[in-house]
């Protein structure tokens, strides 16, 4: 889920839609993941991604940054597009994943715009039903849960939205359960919140950290190191800004590898976001440095 900063609006026209396609249609082929479904709202989107190798904090990041890009460039403005980083719940697919497309496809009826989600131009629902085609949209898996014959899967599929219409809002499909970030049995969410998921977070840190400090020619010892040097103190903050915005660390991590205290760094992280609305070139530095951690 991605909302708009303030509530404000993400998109502005039609032309804004299509572009956030193509940007997901980008994406899946730089990062080898799935979109099972999606909904695009003029203040929100939601979006049922299966990630492949690459973590979604990558993907995320990717597509927001993009589309934040293109949205300041048409708009002639600066500053963020959207409310914080994207939120995401982690759903077991053969237990949730039909529910959850149902409660997506949805969106635009709980929100009194239509009275048929088939109405409603910008979701996978038409997709699925035959009616428009989405190269980037994977339908297969869910319309294979209703059978074997195209047409009689579409018309399954169909009905079985249209159940949920009375459904209402589901504060799971918000929250996630008992984790708060996870919709699953349990066995799976022992698997995924294990040691695999500690590793890959670390070694985004580290090709943070050393990718900041190749560009600032400054070594990571050095950060680490007692001194407030107002120059060490700014690329703290630049590290910081990308590790939790990419999600490779929280602040309390952050402030364990430094040697700081969480709340001075989120002082140097909003220090930084600050600074981006009135230095150009350090907007430009940013860009740069995400796109090499992107690439890296």
């Given at each position: 889920m991605l909302r708009g900063n303030g509530g404000n609006k993400i998109f502005f026209d039609d032309e804004?839609?299509?572009h956030l396609y193509w940007l997901i249609h980008e994406g899946i082929k730089r990062f080898d993941h799935q979109i099972h479904g999606f909904c695009l709202m003029d203040n929100h989107l939601h979006l049922a991604i299966q990630v492949g190798?690459?973590?979604?904090?990558?993907i995320m990041q990717n597509l927001s940054f993009r589309y934040t890009r293109w949205i300041n460039k048409k708009k002639k403005r600066i500053g963020h597009l959207f409310q914080g980083r994207y939120k995401a719940i982690l759903v077991e697919r053969d237990s949730y994943l039909l529910e959850l497309i149902r409660y997506i496809h949805l969106n635009p009826v709980r929100a009194k715009l239509v009275k048929n989600p088939s109405r409603y131009r910008w979701s996978?629902?038409?997709?699925?039903?035959g009616e428009e085609t989405l190269p980037w949209l994977t339908t297969d898996w869910v319309l294979s849960q209703f059978g074997k014959r195209a047409d009689a899967c579409r018309r399954h599929y169909d009905a079985f939205v249209a159940e949920g219409i009375q459904e209402g809002y589901r504060e799971e499909f918000h929250k996630g359960g008992e984790d708060g970030r996870i919709l699953a049995g349990e066995r799976y969410t022992e698997q995924?919140?294990?040691k695999q998921?500690?590793?890959l977070k670390k070694s985004n840190l580290n090709k943070i950290v050393h990718t900041v400090c190749s560009v600032y020619k400054i070594k990571a010892q050095t950060l680490q190191s007692p001194s407030r040097q107002r120059d060490n103190s700014q690329v703290r903050g630049i590290i910081a800004w990308l590790a939790y915005a990419t999600e490779a660390a929280t602040l309390k991590e952050l402030g364990d590898y430094f040697g700081r205290d969480a709340s001075v760094l989120s002082k140097q992280v909003h220090r930084v976001e600050s600074l981006i609305q009135l230095d150009n070139k350090l907007r430009q530095e940013l860009d740069q440095l995400y796109n090499a951690i992107m690439q890296a």
């Open positions: 804004d839609r299509k190798e690459t973590p979604l904090s990558k996978g629902h038409n997709a699925y039903l995924v919140i294990g998921y500690v590793q």
